[in-house]
């Protein structure tokens, strides 16, 4: 299994950008997904994640601005991030389990990661 996260770029407050992450010998529809990021000096935090069963859950700080979406026909994942703000400022990576209780752990799947950069 490979996740491949794309989409990190320099962006400017209140921009956009829209990752994805594309997996590889594996079937998306019956897992659970999610984005983390980690910012430096800080610990990794979850952003937002999505239930085998559609649930989706944001981070507080990312609520209405971030979207997360599982394309299971194409068997990859995004996360349409508007209104960026310079806090944005991390490394993404997404995360792949086969339930939502174990995503964040050793038990799933990890893209490499992708920079978001956000300048003020």
């Avoid at 984005?35 to 859950?57: C, D, H, N």
Wanted: glycine share 10%.
């Amino acid at each position: 299994v490979q996740l491949q996260a794309s989409g990190g770029g320099l962006v400017q407050a209140g921009g956009s950008l829209r990752l994805s992450c594309a997996a590889s010998r594996i079937n998306l529809i019956t897992k659970a997904v999610a984005w983390y990021r980690q910012a430096p000096g800080k610990e990794r935090e979850l952003v937002a994640r999505q239930t085998t069963s559609g649930v989706k859950t944001y981070a507080d700080s990312v609520k209405g601005r971030f979207t997360i979406a599982k394309d299971n026909d194409n068997d990859s994942v995004h996360l349409q991030m508007n209104n960026l703000k310079p806090e944005d400022t991390a490394v993404y990576y997404c995360n792949i389990a086969s339930n939502w209780k174990v995503l964040g752990g050793l038990r799933g799947y990890w893209g490499r990661g992708t920079l978001v950069t956000v300048s003020s």
